[in-house]
């Protein structure tokens, strides 16, 4: 089979409970993976990058993709320290580059990275999954941020359903769901308190969705060069969930807005990384249709699916079920591979992971996830499920002569 897209999982590195020889054992080949230890801003050290790449690579495994080099809050409000953390950024891409590591995974997401609002949804069947409920979402911004403004979001029966929700917690109830709110950024533990958040919050009341547009371009025009020095190519990860949140700005959350990121720094190196699970929440997003159009700038990708629920919620569903259309998605991306390795590398592969999984089995015996939604063995399923969907969809693709068909242009 010569179609195959490289199968990844995501390592949280040495203090994941996950290690790289369980890793090895799901049938993955590569990781994506980051040096979580080094606060946003700063630089990445050169040695410790060489470090990182030869745990990866005794365990023999590869250090394709990194996810993420967040993107400070400086450089996002164009506010303090911004100027010297792109300046980080940029000698950061140098040493990756110089690493032999060809993506960086990074998002633009005002304060949060992404949210959910149940982190252990009990399913029918005995798996735990996450959950976002947007009425939950609202009980915290009303109620324990007192988010000035709050009160004008949602319609009258989602603040009662909020309000219902508060009231029934009780203060046990709301610290965890405060804590684990604050919480919710991957790898790292930033101990925000509620006033840290409101601070976070304030630097963003001059700055709506164009003019984060607009730092989003100075941050692109500064790096991309830098990048492509380098040969990194960037992927920028959707919003999750792909709305606007506290009132905060969002601008990367349907595809004309991926296009106008794009258009931005017209670069291959200025690139996507296509999330299914983050794009999935909406269905105006026709996913296929994504992959397919803009397939030449997708550097990353991360399948998972979503079931979209009444009223807003959604839930983590198994990787073939759900909303998301998975066997349509894999093919688009199966083709856009082919039809990349016709037009520039024959080697080239599409890197995948499976995003998120529930905790099942064995996962609830073990020490808990580095991350919430990443548990080992509900991983290895989607993983599993997933490595069927495209041996299958690769074969069918090849007995039909895909790979003969004219290159696209990069
Ligand atoms: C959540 C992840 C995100 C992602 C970052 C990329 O599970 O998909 O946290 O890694 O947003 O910068």
Known sequence: MRNLMEESMRWFGPADSVTLDEIRQTGATAVFTALHEIPYGEAWPA????????????????????????????????????????????????????????????????????????????????????????????AFDLFALQRPGAEADGTPAQRAAAHNYWSALGDTGRHHFIRQTLDLFPGVRLNLSLDDFRAMLERYTQIDATRLRQ???????????????????????????????????????????????????????NGLCYCTGSLGVRADNDLAGIAR???????????????????GVFYEANHLEGSVDMPAVVRALLEEQAARRRGQRSDWRVAFRPDHGHAMLDDFRRPPPACPGYPLIGRLRGLAELRGLQVGLSAALDARGVDTAPPKPD
């Open 293 to 311: 159009r803009l397939g030449p700038r997708i550097h990353a990708v991360h399948l998972r699916s979503v079931q979209r629920e009444p009223d």
């Open 215 to 269: 730092h989003l371009q100075l941050f692109l025009e500064a790096i991309v060069p830098a990048a492509e020095a380098a040969g990194v190519r960037l992927a920028i990860h959707p919003d999750d969930p792909p709305f606007p949140v506290l009132g905060l700005p969002r601008i990367v959350s349907t595809e004309a807005q991926l296009r106008a990121i794009l258009g931005l720094v017209d670069s291959p190196a």
């Open 47 to 138: 040695d410790l990058i060489a470090e990182r790449r030869a745990a990866v690579a005794a365990a023999g495994l590869a250090w394709r993709v990194v996810e993420s080099i967040p993107v400070s809050e400086a450089i996002k409000t164009r506010t303090g320290d911004f100027a010297r953390h792109i300046e980080n950024y940029r000698l950061t891409l140098q040493r990756i580059g110089a690493a032999g590591i060809e993506v960086v995974v990074y998002n633009f997401m005002p304060v949060l990275d992404w949210v959910r609002t149940d982190l252990s949804h009990r399913l029918a069947d005995g798996t735990e999954t996450l959950v976002y409920d947007p009425k939950k979402f609202a």
